[in-house]
């Protein structure tokens, strides 16, 4: 787990989306790419055979069937879902997609053919029944879907203390339920549709956003113009209202746009969607910029705790590892062994959703903390282990000879001689722990590619999570260059 | 009055093979002990445990100025009181010269900087490298090295002075200038045990000449006893093959 996942799925999108986007593509003959969030019920989500089901499920394969094309689905993160639209990487995105003014700028989409509204969930026998309720507690939101910018332009007036950004329903069911956050705020069918059989969750409120849904596809491209031509269709004909009824029980009125034909939401001007325009775009890049730095800070405290932490962890570790009774060290390996195997990301996830169960329920800052300190320690052991066995006997047998006890053995000469050995590969695992605080946005912490994702889908483009892989380079490179030269200076000494 | 060193029955043994049988040693104080014998007879590990750098077997006594020589608590004053300089030298690569000499009268003896210092700076120059006392170790050739070496322990103001072949890791030309120093603390009254190779040196610097083979105490006596008039056949093989080559 040392390459960092989020860093991957970043690169994963944006490499190939680069040769996407001069490759041809949208052949008619091809089958539709459609991207979709899988898990977000009703619309698209597996069922127990593991098929993808849902709502928007069955109206891209209809749509398929009228366009006469295959239709490829491929689980796309609801953030990845702008890049890969834009670059080609996929010719259409559903997860019930809200239709915004943004999004219009670099993105067409058919009309709409849901009306919806934004939702507050809580946990029943809480306290809490309306967003007056919410005053100084913590809410949680998915990461810049319409219930982010509801809640971020609503959080003064409401006084919501915080707002935590997930990645999808189930983190956040479980620290609602958990009482770690006092609300959620998304899209009212899904949670309407989760809670249903849930009866310790209850959708307390309906919020009036009028957002509506529709699917997402290139701007201007032939196959948007299809579609919506395909959807007046299938409203005429009462498919997409039978859609309706199966999948919420009950048919849409007759003025929603599930039923009404309405008119194909008319492209902006603005983003010419060249490569330029799509990942290195000036105005979104200003616009988002104090939201990065504010990630970075995140990152270098949480990063800076970690390390230190975790050195001092280490430290001690390599010495019991080294030095203690036989039964302290076969401890201390088996925690090194098995720190140094499991993924971060996982235990990141068992500290901050399990512990509370056992009654120690961590911030989402000091659960990151002490995963990553867990983890370094483990890593760090070894490395200060290995630097204190380099070290030559004979300097143990020195320092004993003269009499100095083990405590100003190892401080006065055994540690300064190891330090300079430990120092490149302990910046290594400096620079690795960084990095992962990357994964600790699955705790809902706003570190820096949180921030970075969370910019690109309120924007609907990806350059913010450019800028933060710049900003990463530009912050890790001169400690990198830092630490050569500390190298040197120590090699003086040893001339 | 008790001998200021004392090794009753001392054995030691690595797995199966026993590198020390039954040695018996009384070192009065201000005597010079040199210790000669082939390769892997057992003269450093005799005196490594003194200090207790090898654990010797439980069946023998070991006992530095009345104090018995063991792990525990009393170790560290026995071994403030038993310096020992090596055949490496092992100075500590990371500290200067002066350091090096300064650290352990500071840490364990507890005295002042300004002491330590002055103190180290008479050590240096009575070793003959006062003007280097800024460098580092490894800017010094080895002969400097081990006078350093030779400072540091004395630093300590130990009752006895181990050597541990403190000539064999030198090149030939620097041999000179540290049996030098070393005949110098001989005369100036210092306890010392030396395991050494120099024949001539033993026989010039030592009250008593101690001959090992095969982790025994084959023979021991004068000087003149040891290398003029040797009684043991062992001895005689020894002293033939060394001094004839």
Redesign the interface.
């Given at each position: 787990m040392k390459y960092c996942r989020s860093f991957l799925s970043l690169i994963l999108i944006a490499i190939p989306a680069l040769f996407w986007s001069f490759s041809v593509h949208g052949q008619s003959s091809d089958p539709i790419k459609v991207g979709a969030n899988i898990g977000n019920v009703p619309w698209e989500f597996q069922d127990t055979n593991g098929d993808y089901v849902g709502f928007e499920i069955e109206l891209v394969n209809e749509i398929g069937k009228r366009l006469g094309r295959e239709v490829d689905i491929m689980n796309v993160p609801f953030n990845g879902l702008f890049a890969a639209t834009q670059s080609g990487r996929i010719d259409m995105a559903i997860s019930s997609i809200a239709i915004t003014e943004t999004r219009l700028q670099s993105a067409s989409f058919a009309q709409p053919y849901y009306d919806s509204d934004q939702s507050l969930t809580v946990r029943v026998g809480n306290g809490i029944s309306s967003l007056e309720d919410l005053r100084g507690q913590i809410i949680a939101v998915d990461t810049g879907a319409t219930g982010d910018m509801w809640a971020t332009e609503n959080q003064e007036k409401y006084g919501f203390s915080e707002i935590r950004r997930y990645e999808g329903l189930a983190p956040a069911m479980l620290d609602l339920t958990i009482g770690r956050i006092q609300g959620y705020i998304s899209d009212i069918p899904a949670m309407q549709y989760y809670a249903k059989d849930k009866p310790g969750l209850q959708v307390a409120e309906r919020i009036k956003t009028g957002g509506s849904y529709s699917i997402m596809m290139g701007k201007n491209t032939p196959l948007s113009t299809q579609v919506n031509d395909v959807i007046s269709t299938l409203k005429q004909e009462g498919f997409i209202n039978a859609l309706h009824e199966k999948w919420f029980g009950a048919p849409a009125e007759a003025t929603t746009s599930t039923v009404k034909v309405v008119d194909m939401p008319g492209v902006r001007d603005g983003l010419i969607l060249n490569f330029v325009e799509t990942f290195l775009n000036t105005q979104v890049f200003l616009d988002t910029y104090p939201m990065l730095i504010m990630g970075l800070m995140t990152t270098i405290q949480l990063g800076v705790l970690s390390i230190f932490s975790g050195l001092v962890l280490g430290l001690i570790l390599a010495l019991a590892r080294l030095y203690a009774s036989p039964a302290v060290k076969f401890v201390v390996k088996a925690y090194i062994d098995i720190f140094r195997s499991i993924p971060l990301l996982v235990l990141l996830i068992v500290i901050f959703y399990a512990l509370p169960f056992v009654g120690l329920s961590l911030s989402p800052f000091y659960a990151a903390a002490t995963a990553l300190t867990v983890v370094s320690g483990a890593y760090t052991a070894e490395i200060f282990r290995a630097g204190i066995e380099a070290i030559p006997k004979g300097q143990f047998e020195a320092s004993e000879a003269l009499g100095l006890g083990y405590r100003h053995m190892m401080s006065d000469i055994i540690l300064p001689q190891a330090i300079k050995i430990v120092i490149p590969p302990l910046t290594n695992n400096c620079i690795n722990v960084i990095k992962d605080t990357a994964l600790a946005s699955v705790v809902a912490m706003p570190d820096l590619l949180k921030q970075a994702t969370q910019a690109q889908a309120v924007a609907a483009n990806p350059t913010p999570l450019i800028a933060a892989a710049v900003i990463y380079v530009i912050f890790l490179l001169p400690l990198v260059l830092w630490v050569s030269r500390l190298e040197n200076k120590f090699k003086v000494g040893d001339r | 009055m008790t001998a200021l060193i004392k090794l009753e029955n001392v054995t030691k043994h690595y797995g199966n093979f026993q590198a020390l049988k039954d040695v018996n040693l009384d070192v009065e104080e201000g005597e010079v002990v040199c210790v000669i014998g082939p390769s892997g007879s057992g003269k450093s590990t005799m005196i490594r445990c003194i200090?207790l750098?090898e654990q010797y077997d439980n069946t023998g006594i070991i006992t530095v100025d009345g104090i018995q020589v063991q792990k525990g608590k009393n170790l560290?004053?026995v071994?403030?009181e038993?310096?020992?300089v090596?055949q490496?030298f092992?100075?500590?690569?990371?500290l200067s010269i002066l350091k090096n000499v300064m650290?352990?009268p500071m840490?364990?003896r507890g005295i002042s900087k300004e002491d330590a210092k002055k103190r180290a700076l008479e050590l240096l120059n009575k070793v003959g490298i006062g003007e280097q006392a800024d460098k580092?170790p490894?800017?010094l050739s080895g002969g400097q090295q081990q006078r350093v070496a030779i400072a540091?322990?004395l630093a300590?103001e130990p009752k006895v002075l181990l050597f541990d072949e403190p000539t064999s890791a030198l090149d030939p030309e620097m041999v000179g200038e540290v049996l030098e120093v070393i005949q110098a603390l001989a005369h100036s009254g210092v306890t010392m045990i030396v395991v050494t190779h120099e024949m001539g040196f033993a026989r010039q610097v030592a009250n008593r000449v101690i001959f090992m083979d095969e982790g025994q105490i084959v023979e021991q006596g004068s000087p003149s006893d040891i290398f003029d008039n040797p009684q043991e056949i062992r001895t005689q093989n020894f002293l033939k093959a060394v001094l004839n080559h």
């Open positions: - | 200090n750098l560290k004053n071994r403030a038993v310096g020992m090596f490496n092992n100075l500590f690569p990371h650290l352990a840490r364990i580092f490894a800017q540091r322990a300590m």
